[in-house]
Structures are given as C-alpha cells and as structure tokens.
C-alpha cells in the first residue's frame, strides 16, 4: 500500500468519526453528556498524570443548572410564584 492512500484512508475515517460525533450530539446529547462525564471522571482522579487530568477538565460537559449552589430543584429561588 503507498503511503498516500495510506493517508487518504486516514482522512476518510476521521470525516467519519466528526461525522457520527455530530450525528450523535444532535440526536442524542444526553446520551453524549454522559459519556464525556463518564470519560471525564476516569481521567481527572488524583492518580492520573497531570495531562490526563487536564484532559479530563477539559472534554467534561458544561455544568448545569440555573444558577443555584446546587444545580438541582430552584427551591431556594426566589419566593414568588411563577406566572404561567
């Protein structure tokens, strides 16, 4: 095999793999957001080496939630009821 198709067929499966990323964030981001949470956990624990852990912080979801401490259930927000 020569090196240039060698090349090509590397390209051609990474097109593929952004291409199933993409596929699989838009049809499926919860799905997604738990395995880079699941991934991100394995990586930043305290025996890991200092990259990995970075990596770790790095490809973690976003955190969520509305701006409370917790992120749960908005029961400390604000007292007045919300207007439907």
Do not use: E
Not at 30 to 43: D, P, S
Not at 54 to 70: E, Q, W, Y
């Amino acid at each position: 095999m020569t090196t240039g198709l060698l090349l090509q067929y590397i390209v051609v499966a990474l097109i593929v793999l952004l291409s199933a990323w993409v596929v699989l964030k838009k049809q499926f981001p919860g799905t997604v957001r738990k395995a880079r949470g699941a991934l991100a956990l394995g990586l930043v624990k305290p025996q890991r080496a200092n990259w990995m852990q970075a990596l770790g912080r790095k490809i973690a979801p976003p955190a969520t939630g509305g701006g409370g401490a917790c992120g749960g259930c908005d029961s400390c927000g604000p007292t007045t009821p919300k207007q439907h």
